[in-house]
């Protein structure tokens, strides 16, 4: 085995979270930190161009690949499960949409954790640490930090339609999705720079990789912790097929994600003792709670078609029009190549009882029956909608013993009879705003899931055939109280068991946030990063 060597800090994963960590950690020249990532450098072309995520996804050479197990709240259908594989994680291959979620959810991890430390007050000023927005520092934004902000460089007729057909029934345009309660429509704002994604590797690792104190390792599969009794040590990793060792002298830190970090622990012996048996391995500590609170948003992907007015279905299927988007991209870092998946955005309510938008709209000039097909060649949009805050709980599970293998993922997608109930109320809006008099002059007619489906058992069936995730899994290494016998971490993200480790990613979300996770995800390490230095000066 090789050794590598015995580090301050062991990071794992160098996605949204590990890239935050490894610049924070390292600031303290007298701390050494090693980095470990899975996959390899972000230097391919797509990566950068923002609509290269067509090509990103379910690309082995950026993407994981996964896929879930069968669903059967998708109708025993089973999907593609993107995952970042490289520096830069997800954040080099997601929508690059910039959203924290509203303030409820944090105080409401604030109440689960006993914690006032997770609550909005208290994470805003982090959210602002990192941002260099370009409307400028304010009271709700940051400026000058690492994690850029901007507007898209792009419009389309037919979203600014959808956007007042919204208003219309009763969904109003705002300014700002980021300031607490995202209620209303409006463009998305975006994680890139003059046209240019920008993924966390850009923005936290790159500009400090030359740091002495710093060690950077790509293509490192990692196994198993190192464990001393109830003591983290390090860990062991692959490097081309040979087995590594790397030690940590003060802590280990997990930042492998929500389908990474469970499966390391379960591979360590950190798990549910009758499953991790049943596999061989032996049992460090019985924790069931590991891999279980899988949460996700569903995006439900209503198509519908248009008449008189242009999309991208067109312009796509037509060798002029590929030339001069691509002419447009290159001359002036504009049009549809900068296109984030979704360029429009609605947060709306399903029904009068919500106190905070509990729905989430993504708006795209385009169609298509689903993620690597083809665009249809009729003009259409799609008005992808979610549960913000979905019942349904789900399960991430290793195969067996080998880290090369892909994890179980079952999300367990409309199994709450409520997420079914809101499915049917969200297709229900889609088609009241459809049907509103900005969009009327275009005739739209709806192509998915169809006019046919009625009923609420008919649209929860519909929901099934048409949902699919919008990569967004969070909650299987859970923080809670002490007295939380589902929580894998506490709210300062230890381990509960195991000394000198902590999970520091979306996995230790208790809720899922209400909007996008990477910000929140980038909010959570550098929460994590400060309670770790703060740690050790108490030491």
């Known amino acids: 085995m090789k050794d590598f060597g015995e580090f301050d800090y062991v990071i794992v994963g160098a996605g949204a979270a590990g890239c935050v960590l490894a610049n924070r950690l390292s600031a303290d020249p007298d701390v050494s930190v090693l980095l470990l990532e899975a996959g390899g450098k972000d230097d391919w072309i797509w990566i950068h161009i923002p609509v290269g995520y067509l090509f990103c996804i379910n690309n ?71 941002e260099d927005h370009w409307r400028g520092a304010s009271d709700l934004h940051g400026a000058g930090n690492e994690w850029r902000v901007e507007q898209q460089r792009l419009r389309w007729d037919i979203l ?68 001393d009794g109830r003591r983290a040590r390090g860990i062991e990793f692959l490097v081309k097929g040979e087995r590594c060792v790397a030690r940590s002298r ?22 549910d003792g009758a499953f991790l048996q049943a596999l061989g391995i032996p049992v460090a500590l019985d924790a069931p709670a590991v891999g279980r609170n899988l949460q996700d948003h569903l995006q439900l992907r209503s198509v519908f078609k248009v008449e008189g007015i242009k999309t991208l279905n067109k312009q796509a299927n037509s060798l002029w029009g590929k030339a001069m988007m691509g002419l447009e991209y290159a001359l002036f870092r504009r049009g549809p190549l ?18 905070t938008p509990d729905l989430e709209y993504h708006v795209q000039p385009l169609s298509l029956d689903k993620f690597g097909d083809p665009l249809h060649t009729f003009p259409a949009f799609t008005a992808s909608v979610c549960d913000l805050r979905p019942k ?80 967004h899994p969070v909650g299987t290494c859970k923080m809670g109280a002490d ?23 979306a996995s230790i979300m208790p809720t899922i946030t209400s909007g996008n996770t990477s910000s929140p995800t980038i909010m959570i390490a550098e929460r994590g990063a400060a309670m770790i230095r703060e740690d050790r000066r108490r030491a």
């Open 160 to 227: 600014d339609r959808f956007a007042e057909a919204a208003a219309q029934a009763g969904v109003p345009a705002t300014a700002d999705f980021n300031g607490g309660n995202n209620f209303g429509a409006s463009q998305f704002e975006v994680n890139q720079k003059k046209g240019v994604r920008w993924n966390s590797s850009k923005a936290f690792l790159h500009p400090i990789a030359h740091r002495p104190n710093l060690k950077v390792v790509t293509h490192a599969l990692s196994d198993k912790l190192v464990l």
């Open 338 to 355: 900068t296109m984030a998946p979704s360029q429009l955005g609605l947060f709306a309510h399903s029904s009068a009882d919500q106190a």
């Open 483 to 505: 007295d939380d016998a589902g929580a894998v971490v506490d709210s300062r993200l230890r381990v509960r068991g195991i000394a000198g480790l902590r999970v520091v990613d």
């Open 250 to 271: 003060i802590e280990t830190v997990l930042a492998a994600g929500s389908l990474g970090s469970p499966s390391i622990l379960q591979r360590s012996g950190i798990g």
């Open 60 to 130: 082995p050479r950026t993407d994981w690949c996964y896929k879930t197990e069968p669903e059967p709240g998708l109708n025993g259908r089973s999907i593609i499960y993107a995952r970042g594989k490289g520096l830069g994680g997800s954040t080099s291959i997601n929508a690059m949409i910039y959203m924290r979620g509203q303030a409820r959810d944090y105080d409401e991890w604030a109440r689960l954790t006993g914690d006032a430390d997770w609550s909005w007050d208290k994470v805003l000023p982090l959210f602002k640490r990192s």
């Open 392 to 471: 349904s709980r789900g399960r991430v599970a290793i195969r067996d013993r080998d880290p090369a293998s892909a994890p179980r993922i079952a999300p367990n997608y409309l199994s709450d009879p409520a997420d079914r109930a809101k499915a049917a109320r969200a297709i229900r809006l889609t088609r009241r705003i459809a049907a509103q008099p900005a969009l009327a002059p275009y005739r739209p007619t709806e192509h998915l899931p169809g006019a046919s489906w009625e009923t609420d058992e008919q649209l929860a069936e519909a929901a099934g055939n048409i949902g699919t995730t919008i990569f």
